[in-house]
């Protein structure tokens, strides 16, 4: 299957690095998982995830200040399509939290960090539908 090259701008660069790098936070949460809980089936999902973000920073590049104005996606399409929907889903929880939460003391710029997680990720998904079809929004 030939390859479709998935390019985001530097926005929507900034608003998965951002969402990427909350998540990485949650490394010291493997431990608990594996050794305290000895949750493996939550261990084993979490690696994957861990896996995915990783990968994704490769291409994100790991300065918060990178320069370019264009940064190509290279993960597989099957990877960069489940990742995609985990990051749209963790932004749109988070944004529904703030929204249940009227009086949240969330700044704007993290409420417009989710959003833009939320449409860069809706986008992905819209191109790797179009490059290769079949269902958007079904998770495997």
């Given at each position: 299957m ?21 998540h990485?936070?949650m ?56 990742m ?12 529904a ?14 409420i417009?960090?989710?959003e833009?997680?939320h ?10 539908a179009d490059a ?8 495997a």
């Amino acid at each position: 299957m030939p390859r479709s090259t998935i390019k985001i701008d530097a926005a929507q660069r900034d608003a998965l690095y951002e969402q990427v790098c909350g998540h990485l936070s949650m490394l010291g949460d493997f431990q608990t998982v594996l050794e305290s809980q000895r949750d493996y089936a939550t261990a084993a999902r979490l690696a994957i995830e861990f896996g995915e973000d990783f990968r994704l920073m490769a291409d994100l590049g790991w300065n918060p200040a990178d320069t370019r104005d264009m940064v190509e996606l290279t993960m597989s399409p099957l990877d960069l399509m489940e990742m995609a929907r985990r990051l749209r889903d963790d932004a749109k929880g988070g944004l529904a939290d703030v929204k249940k939460e009227r009086d949240s003391v969330a700044p704007p710029e993290v409420i417009e960090g989710s959003e833009r997680t939320h449409e860069t990720c809706e986008e992905i998904l819209d191109q790797l539908a179009d490059a290769y079809g079949g269902a958007r929004h079904a998770r495997a």
